[in-house]
């Protein structure tokens, strides 16, 4: 009966632990999906806290329309899409010629790895603008202000967080036992051959965790957007963060200016930026979580 008891609070305990740690993430979530359908007269009536007497979805009809969604959602999902898909070929290839090959300074290799998601972004990015900004000078092709520079950037390893991305590849593939290679070759594989029928095969859950990493990272990175992509491509968290003047110039010289100071607008628009991947990450969920325990997993 006694181990019974501790077995309730112990349990107790934790649930208590996670419902507190869980409201802390839901709390920013919940207020804004509140905020969204609370029209003007629920905006300044006290008594409303969280639960709209009036109803109305005009904070998302113009949250959509300052946003220009119809181009910047489609915009925002080709780009990262394309980064995230080149990342994740790198990635893969890089981590599992660290977990399968041994060659000179591979130590070394892996402290620089480390090293580069250490560095400050901003430390980095001079050193690449102007790399690029001499490349167009050289080659007469425009850099900047395109996709040209992150899409390079990504397939030579140098994407948003590409270092996580490869140790996770380098970290599962150390666990794959080497003897399924050894067998493939003896069967007369190639090198390539074991990597596509073995190695990706049993990967798919990591490429898929890492392909979700990667997409997330890229569609929330603005900062070296900003700087090398510019308006070259107008995507949805570059308008989030000039929501507040986009807003202001539609509505200048109208009544409406004084709306500029409701929340509601700007916490519908940042419900809409964040809401394509809340819909990706419930559509995969169930192998996300399956890709992040089997990186995990040890021994043979």
Not at 112 to 135: G, H, Q, S, W
Not at 136 to 160: C, E, K, R, W
Request: net charge positive; proline share 4%; with cysteine.
């Amino acid at each position: 009966m006694q181990k019974k008891i501790i077995s309730f609070v112990v349990k107790g305990s934790i649930y208590f632990l996670l419902i507190c740690i869980a409201y802390i993430y839901m709390l920013p979530l919940l207020r804004m999906v509140s905020s969204m359908f609370m029209s003007e007269s629920d905006l300044i009536n006290p008594g409303v806290d969280w639960i709209p007497q009036n109803p109305s979805t005009l904070n998302i009809r113009v949250a959509l329309n300052v946003l220009n969604i119809r181009e910047t959602l489609v915009n925002s999902i080709w780009f990262s899409a394309l980064l995230a898909g080149a990342q994740t070929l790198v990635s893969a290839l890089t981590g599992y010629a660290f977990a399968r090959f041994n060659f000179k300074f591979k130590k070394m290799f892996i402290v620089l790895l480390i090293a580069t998601f250490i560095i400050p972004l901003p430390v980095l990015l001079a050193p690449r603008l102007m790399m690029f900004i001499m490349a167009s000078n050289v080659t007469g092709i425009q850099m900047i202000g395109t996709p040209i520079p992150q899409v390079l950037m990504a397939f030579m390893g140098q994407g948003v967080h590409s270092s996580i991305l490869i140790l996770i590849f380098y970290s599962f593939l150390k666990l794959i036992p080497y003897s399924l290679d050894e067998a493939a070759m003896i069967d007369g594989a190639s090198i390539r051959q074991i990597f596509w029928h073995i190695i990706i095969k049993m990967s798919l859950t990591t490429i898929l965790v890492v392909f979700l990493f990667s997409f997330v990272w890229n569609w929330n990175e603005s900062y070296q957007t900003f700087t090398l992509l510019r308006q070259g491509v107008t995507l949805l968290p570059q308008r989030l963060t000039m929501f507040e003047s986009l807003f202001y110039g539609a509505v200048a010289g109208t009544d409406a200016a004084s709306a500029l100071i409701n929340e509601a607008y700007r916490l519908s628009a940042t419900f809409v930026s964040i809401a394509p991947l809340l819909v990706l990450y419930a559509f995969v969920q169930r192998q996300f979580i399956s890709g992040i325990e089997n990186t995990g997993i040890t021994g043979e």
